[in-house]
């Protein structure tokens, strides 16, 4: 019976102590920074640089605070700031992302619109119009 108590002991310390490895080891917010690289790298494909340069190098500064923040064996709090970093990245690449698409269009309806004035005045001109 004392062998058996023994066994119990050693197998309920055993246990706590594996329970305790699990969760001494925050999990890494892999997931929100892939997010971030994917959204920044679509922000560099739209040319964010050129459109929305101070929202992209945002979102770098915050991919970049987000990796040193889990470099080396994290703790729970900077898991959690580089998670909220990472999100803040994304959010931020997004912003580009949309600042470059707005930009864009609003270059193509000006040049649309100049086209458009372009054919006015030439039909005013040679009277076709009227």
């Given at each position: ?8 002991c050693?197998?309920l ?7 305790s490895a699990c969760?001494?080891?925050p999990l890494?917010?892999t997931?929100?920074m892939q997010?971030?690289?994917?959204a920044?790298?679509?922000a560099?494909g739209?040319?964010a640089a ?8 945002a979102?770098?500064d ?9 470099a ?5 709090k900077d898991?959690?700031?580089a998670?909220r970093?990472?999100n ?9 992302s949309?600042k470059a698409r707005?930009?864009r269009?609003a270059a193509?309806n ?9 054919l006015r ?10």
């Open positions: 019976m004392t062998t058996f108590r023994h066994f119990a050693c197998a310390t055993g246990g706590a102590l594996a329970l969760a001494a080891a890494l917010p997931e929100s997010a971030a690289d994917i920044i790298a679509t560099d739209e040319k050129e459109f929305a340069p101070v929202e992209l190098n979102a770098r915050r991919i970049g605070r987000a990796r040193v923040a889990v080396k064996d994290p703790e729970e898991v959690m700031l998670r970093l990472a803040e990245a994304q959010a931020d690449a997004e912003l580009a949309a707005l930009a269009a193509v000006t040049e649309l619109q100049n086209n458009i004035n372009t005045d030439e039909l005013k001109r040679t009277g076709a119009g009227s």
